[in-house]
């Protein structure tokens, strides 16, 4: 076999390995290192590298990726080069090299079908585990009272908060009539396994954003703003008013661990989950404010966290619970502009996408991953990093498709 046919092989493989991680994601991070590899190697095989440059520098999502990259490059220069401070890094470059691979809108419908079947199967399976009707020894990690299937209960209700908004979604814009009442039926079960069964208050609160502004991008700011008000009191309500709920519980945990934490409290003192969040964020607030312009470097958190509390009482952390206070310890107040714009740019350019689900789609993405990372820091998290990236890719590539006729 030459070369040339060994290269059209690997662009004809490439953009169905890619939309195989719509698969992988939910479901095995071994086999999202091992697609990714696939995915790298088919790219740099298929050539034709200047028609992808081409196709990269045309998207305003992957100018600002990269200048994500750029930064966090830089800040190796002055912070900790481990695993994870490059992990970081590859994040970023991520989206701009996936993206070629979805100019072919067929791989596009092919990756978010393969996405959401997995999530469609993951909440079969937490539902399942739920009513206790799997036997035991199985490859779902969760119990009846906490039914979460392969990764953690905070990463499956961040991103089934996301396949409900896509349920629903699909629900109202899209064309089939049999297939519209199939995603109905799917967005009401996602939203049930959120609020009643898996106990992260992350995607508690990313659940009521996406009801904002799926109510407001169906009914208009003037409508949809009170309809999705009364829709938020009137579920989540009804759910807190079953004391077995996940919803009731994890509220009621955080309401009594918020009243016992004192603002004047170090870790000696603070006995609970919330108390060591408040403090986690103030300590990385003067952190950032020690260092507001540079920053203490990509990977520098943990060393920076460690040093300010240092002959103190306060634990040392590695995580401050929050990707905003994330990116401004490490790269000051340029990147966390970066990050911001990041989001600004793909919720401006979202009005761009073709179809009438894709723009829904690609704001959705920004609101669960803009909402998630004020309580956790998401892009450090590989489910949840990869998650982001690979759809950032897959709806952003739509761009190329403004001025076709």
Known sequence: MNWPVVQERARQWAPWAAAALGLSIPLSKAADAFLLVLVLLLWLAGGRYGEKLRFIGRNPVAWVSLLLFALTIGGLFYGKVDK????DAKTFLLIPLLLPLFGDPRFRKYGLRAFLSAMGFILLVSW???FDLLPPGGFWKGIPENPYVVHQYITQNVLMAF????WAGYARL????AARAGAAVLAVAAVANILFMIPGKTGHVILAVLILYYFMDWLGWRKGVPAALGMIVLLFGIVFAFPGSALHQRTTQAVREFREWGPGQESAGVVNAIGYRMEFWRTSWSIFLDRPWTGAGTGGFPGAYAEKVKGTDRIVTDNPHSQYLLTAVELGVVGLAALLALFAVQWRTSASLPGPVDPFLARSLVLTLA???????????H??????VFLSALLFAGLAERGKT
Not at 174 to 177: D, F, L, R
Not at 383 to 388: A, I, N, R, V
Request: proline share 3%.
């Open 84 to 87: 994870d401070s490059l992990s």
């Open 128 to 130: 399942l585990l739920f």
């Open 163 to 166: 396949a409900a908004a896509a």
């Open 174 to 177: 899209g064309k089939n009539p």
């Open 371 to 381: 909402t998630g990372s004020l309580f956790n820091s998401l892009l450090s998290d």
């Open 383 to 388: 489910t949840e990093s990869l998650f982001f």
